[in-house]
């Protein structure tokens, strides 16, 4: 059974920092993970992914140089580490994975919104609030 749980949300000032973690259970090895968000009002995006097999990461353009993915296999934990957070960073963020999902630039991640990004499992998701 698959399974994909979101931590680390929270209310932090403009400035700070946070880190997202995933933890993915019964998830097969070769497929890629995803971070995706969605703020009130407007339509899940992509946020960042992680290839599987060579470690190849994607970052939307509007958190280029603030966001870093990581993955530690041990711990089945995908991270994302969110640095001089934005209000408009604020949204909740979930990652998610699928046979059909691949990593690529997130740009065209996005454009597959009317299949569901190729995804076939979505965590819960974590809620991100940047205010001060």
């Known amino acids: 059974q698959v399974r994909l749980v979101e931590s680390g949300g929270d209310l932090v000032q403009p400035g700070g920092s946070l880190r997202l973690a995933c933890v993915v259970s019964?998830?097969?090895?070769?497929?890629?993970i995803g971070w995706f968000r969605q703020a009130p009002g407007k339509e899940r995006e992509g946020v960042s992914c992680m290839n599987t097999w060579d470690g190849t990461t994607h970052f939307a353009a509007s958190v280029k140089g603030r966001f870093t993915i990581s993955r530690d296999n041990v711990k089945n934990t995908v991270y994302l580490q969110m640095n001089s957070l934005k209000p408009e960073d604020t949204a909740v963020y979930y990652c998610?994975?699928?046979?059909?999902?691949?990593?690529?630039?997130?740009?065209?991640?996005?454009?597959?919104?009317?299949?569901?990004?190729?995804?076939?499992?979505w965590g819960e998701g974590t809620q991100v609030t940047v205010s001060s």
């Open positions: 998610a994975t699928g046979s059909k999902f691949g990593c690529q630039e997130i740009e065209g991640i996005n454009r597959l919104s009317g299949v569901n990004y190729g995804v076939d499992y």
């Open positions: 019964g998830v097969p090895s070769n497929y890629d």
